[in-house]
């Protein structure tokens, strides 16, 4: 599997290894750093008050040297899977730099999404792949993940959307004043857009859960997960009260988000992900 660091792959899934990640980049006026490679979060966010960074797509160069690692592995097929292409051109960059390699198979998956909610389709293929789901099996899901993922955003501001330039279709919210934090989550199309709106974390963590009660309703299995920025102890009380709300799930993911979803959404933000199966 090939991926980009914006999906948040679990990285326990990762380091079981036959997941390649390919780094977005994080550009500052001065200054170029591979995501989760060479910059963390943390760093990101300490200095978010003297300047709020871009972010730019995987180097190809790096890319054609994970490809070159992945057949040095063995393998001759590719299943990628990159954050929404209405998000970001990593996708479509990805896609042509396989395009150069006829001599590996590959199939491409947009997950009209990011973050964990990239990340948990990408960790439901590591499990197809582990079970031994054949390859033409898997190039079923490309249509369907897409549809039964779904992920949300509460945020407790949307200067650092607006400032990087992200902000899709999500209606303008001026009311810090008011303490609203506003729930996001990407279309049919992979943009991001206003879901909710609620006063205070508290409601915005139950409404965002209401969400996700609407995206696995209908299922008899799902899996879940929670990221957070810096708010840990917020993210593990949403994922206890997920964990007693939907007990059905079969896996269950918890994580930081990576650097370069954290320089669009600010330090507060706290995603929850749902996968239909």
């Given amino acids: 599997m090939l991926v980009d660091s914006g999906m948040d792959t679990p990285p326990e899934l990762i380091k079981k290894g036959g997941i390649f990640v390919a780094p977005l980049n994080i550009l500052y006026d001065n200054e170029i750093y591979m995501d989760k490679i060479e910059i963390s979060a943390k760093e990101i966010y300490d200095r978010l008050d003297k300047e709020i960074p871009k972010t730019s797509l995987p180097s190809i160069s790096y890319v054609q040297e994970l490809i070159e690692k992945i057949k040095e592995e063995g393998y001759n097929k590719i299943v990628c ?68 993922g779904k992920v949300f955003f509460s945020i407790p501001t949307l200067e650092y959307l607006k400032k990087g330039g992200r902000i899709g279709l999500v ?39 209401s969400s996700i009660e609407k995206t696995i309703e209908t299922s008899q299995e799902y899996d879940l997960a929670v990221a957070y920025g810096i708010d840990k102890d917020e993210a593990m009380y949403l994922m206890n009260d997920m964990k007693k709300a939907f ?31």
């Fill in 81 to 148: 899977i990159t954050i929404s292409s209405g998000l970001s051109g990593t996708h479509n960059a990805l896609r042509l730099t396989l395009e150069e390699h006829s001599e590996i198979e590959s199939i491409m998956i947009d997950t009209k999404s990011i973050g964990i909610g990239g990340g948990i389709q990408a960790a439901f293929i590591k499990n197809e792949i582990d079970k031994g789901t054949s390859f033409n099996a898997i190039k079923k899901f490309t249509e369907t993940l897409p549809v039964n």
């Fill in 171 to 209: 209606s303008s919210i001026l009311g810090s004043a008011l303490n609203l934090n506003p729930i996001i989550s990407c279309n049919e199309d992979g943009i991001y857009y206003t879901v909710n709106k609620a006063r205070g974390r508290r409601k915005s963590l139950k409404k965002l859960m």
């Fill in 247 to 277: 007990p059905n799930y079969r896996h269950f993911y918890f994580g930081e988000v990576s650097p370069v979803l954290g320089a669009h959404t600010g330090p507060g933000v706290i995603a929850a992900a749902a996968l239909a199966i």
